[in-house]
């Protein structure tokens, strides 16, 4: 195994975890080749495995911009700026992508940061304005390289990498397998492979089916998310219209659920995720935008209601749950005249439910909406501290806290939140007057 640096050994002792195959591999790989392609499937530790390399390559206080990483969502930038934030590496990183306030992002470049994250229309516009200079760049990552060429990003790209005249270092990485001429470096640059996408579907995942009565497959919809009860279930659409449709006969039934596509402002896209991931509500009906590279741990039931189109998406679309060491359900939801993909080898079994509804409960946890964030100087003990000892409430009902620029979520116990806001109703922050609420 390749020798585990200083930097690295502290970041898995800050992480509390131990290096895996793939990062093992990746950093054996990133000492001997400048050039390589990790491919490997969601869940796989693959983030940690492009930026455990990086911990070798950056040096403190250098004055200006050594490592770009781009990516296809603004999600996914935001959680690669969450998970190289986490390593503790001391080296300053910046997060760009459309929707975040241009200005600031021009601000936090004035003093350059060591590492920039961002989506390539907002990275290549930062370099049209000379927001930063490339010359002290020396290392590219394209996370999920194929999905930012499938959705139309290969212009701005190509524009990027032209700009970058000393660089070293190239890594791309994807969930899905490449062909061997990758369009942007093609006939000049040979990449080293790491390939881990060995099965087509997680070992540990149960793939089922749920036959509809006749066409309309929302009665069994309901029927299905009653069954898995609070289980973290994710539902997906091929269409935004599928997707609302669903969302309006949830809340008909008082089913807390939340929505997520690419027809949401960035503002509500980013606040489904946190109660999502806070266990404010347990179910999320979504299209393939959060089938890769989002942040959704320990998801236990991944429902087709639209079966995906191709195998790659259907593989994504499941490569949500059964992550690591964990067990999942797929369920393929199908009407009485549907006929299976042609992707499937093999028959699924049948599943049936009994006639009686049963609502789950409402979820343990709710969302407390705090109206500032990092950008105020605000943090996570100045949340916890005001929470106990002005909240009236005790650490177990202190869930997952979220800071954002100038937003911070909090899960607090669903049968104390109410009456914690209206405590905390004039205190302040930090010296600040914030707006305290449930958030909706």
């Not at 492009?50 to 050594?66: C, S, Y």
């Not at 087709?304 to 994504?316: E, V």
């Not at 609502?359 to 943090?379: A, E, F, H, M, S």
């Amino acid at each position: 195994m390749q020798i585990i640096s200083q930097p690295i050994q502290k970041s898995l002792e800050r992480l509390k975890i131990q290096i895996n195959e793939i990062q093992a591999a990746s950093l054996k790989a990133s000492a001997e080749h400048d050039n390589i392609t990790l491919l490997a499937p969601t869940g796989s530790g693959k983030t940690l495995a492009f930026l455990f390399p990086l911990l070798n390559l950056l040096k403190p206080d250098t004055g200006h911009v050594q490592v770009l990483i781009l990516a296809p969502s603004r999600e996914l930038a935001m959680q690669i700026e969450q998970v190289f934030r986490s390593l503790g590496s001391g080296c300053k990183v910046s997060c760009c992508y459309g929707g975040h306030p241009m200005k600031i992002e021009k601000n936090n470049l004035i003093n350059a940061p060591a590492v920039i994250i961002g989506t390539p229309g907002r990275i290549a516009d930062h370099l049209r304005r000379g927001n930063f200079s490339p010359d002290g760049l020396h290392t590219l990552v394209l996370d999920e390289f194929d999905k930012s060429l499938e959705l139309g990003f290969e212009e701005e790209m190509n524009f990027i990498i032209a700009q970058l005249g000393y660089l070293k270092k190239r890594m791309l990485t994807s969930a899905t397998s490449m062909d061997k001429n990758i369009p942007l470096f093609e006939g000049r640059i040979s990449f080293f492979e790491l390939n881990y996408l060995k099965e087509t579907l997680p070992p540990r995942l149960k793939v089922k089916i749920v036959r509809a009565n006749g066409k309309d497959k929302l009665d069994a919809l309901l029927h299905l998310l009653c069954e898995v009860g609070n289980d973290a279930t994710l539902v997906f659409c091929n269409h935004r219209e599928a997707v609302d449709r669903i969302s309006e006969l949830l809340d008909l039934q008082g089913m807390d659920h939340d929505v997520f596509h690419g027809g949401l402002k960035q503002e509500e896209r980013e606040k489904a995720l946190t109660k999502f991931r806070n266990g404010s509500f347990r179910i999320l009906i979504t299209t393939d935008l959060a089938s890769r590279g989002l942040d959704i741990p320990e998801i236990q039931s991944v429902v087709h209601y639209q079966l995906a189109i191709t195998q790659d998406a259907f593989i994504h679309r499941n490569g949500r749950t059964a992550r690591m060491y964990a067990h999942g359900n797929a369920y393929l939801l199908m009407a009485e005249n549907d006929t299976l993909p042609p992707y499937l080898n093999e028959t699924p079994e049948f599943v049936e439910f009994t006639e009686k509804l049963k609502l789950p409960p409402k979820p343990k946890w709710t969302t407390v909406y705090i109206g500032g964030g990092k950008k105020d100087k605000i943090n996570k003990v100045d949340i916890v501290g005001l929470l106990l000892q002005k909240g009236g409430l005790e650490k177990d009902d202190v869930g997952l806290i979220e800071v954002h620029d100038h937003a911070s979520y909090v899960a607090v116990n669903r049968s104390k939140a109410t009456q914690t806001v209206q405590l905390l109703k004039n205190e302040k922050i930090k010296k600040q007057n914030v707006k305290i609420e449930l958030s909706r």
